[in-house]
C-alpha cells in the first residue's frame, strides 16, 4: 500500500509526467495492463487523475452523462469495462488453452493481444463525448466508433504503440458494437457470421470478449439478466464454433482474380475483388464447390451490375 503523502506528491507532480518519453510510459504501462487484475492500479491512477497525463481524451470522458441507459458516466463505465474483462478472464476466458494462446500472442515485442484488449476496454468509447447530441430529448451517440477509431492515431503515436498495435486498437473500438448487431434477432444465420469474422479478423474473438465486457459494465442493477446470459451464450457458442473451425484446412481456392478477369474479359478493378469476395463466401458455406459454380456467381454480379447502370 502506497503511503497517504506519497500519494498526495504523486498527484501534484502528475503534470511533469509530460517530460517521460512515450516509450518509457508504454513500458510501465504495459507492466501494469500485463497485471492479471490491473483495474486497481488503473483504479488508483484514475484517482490521482495520473492516467489523464498518460492518455489523450481520458479527461473529456470524465462526468459525459450517457442517458438513462447506462448507469455510469462514459469513463466509470469504460473502467467498470476494463473489470468486468479481467474478471472474465480469471473466471472462464484462462481456463481454455486456444483462448489464452491467442490472448498470448505477441502484437509487439513482450506485449501481447491481451494488453490491447485492456486499453480496448478503457478507449472503446473515446468518440463519445464528440459525437454526444440530443435528439428528440434522447441522448445519442452516433458514430462514435467511427470518432473514437480516427482519435486511436494520436493515442498511438503518444504511446510508441507498434504499427500492428494501433491497427488492433483502432479495430476493436471501431467494431466493439458489431456483436450486439450480430445477435440482436436472436441466434444468427452462418452467413451473417462468416461476415462478421471476415470483416473483424484477426480479432474477430476480441472484439466478442470486448463488447461482453462492455454490456457487463452497463445497466448494473437494472439489468435484465435473462436476456443478456442468453446474449452471452449465443455469443459463447460463436467462440467455441469459430475455435473448432480453427482445427480444419483452409478451402482451396477455386478460381482467383485472373481467372475471372479472363473468362469476363475485366480489367482489374475492385469489381474483380467484390466478385472474389463473394465466391469465397459462398465457398465458405458450402454452396458453391467447382469452377463452373463460382463462374456462375460471378455472372449474376455482372448481370446485376449491368442493370443498375442502365
Known sequence: KIEKNTLKILSKYRKYLINVSGERINE??????DCRFSYKTIKLMDSLYIIDEIIPHISSMREVYQGGY?????WKHSLE???CFEFLCHRYLRKFKKIKKYLDEELAYQRKRLHILKLACLLHDIGKPRAKKIKNNRTVFYTHEKIGREMCEEIAAKLK??????ETLKKLVFWHMRPG????AGVPTKRAVFRFFRDTEPEGLSIIFLSIADWRATRGELVDRKTRQQQEKILFEIVKEKLEKKKEKP??????G???MEKFNLTPSPLVGEILKKIKEEQALGKIKTKKEAFLIAEKILKRRRRNES
Open 28 to 33: 510501465e504501462l504495459f507492466k501494469i495492463l
Open 161 to 166: 504503440l507498434s504499427a500492428k498495435e494501433k
Open 81 to 83: 469495462a476494463l473489470r
Open 70 to 74: 447506462h448507469h455510469l458516466d462514459v
Open 251 to 256: 478451402l482451396p481456392k477455386i478460381v482467383d
Open 258 to 260: 485472373y481467372a475471372i
Open 181 to 184: 448487431s450480430l445477435i440482436q
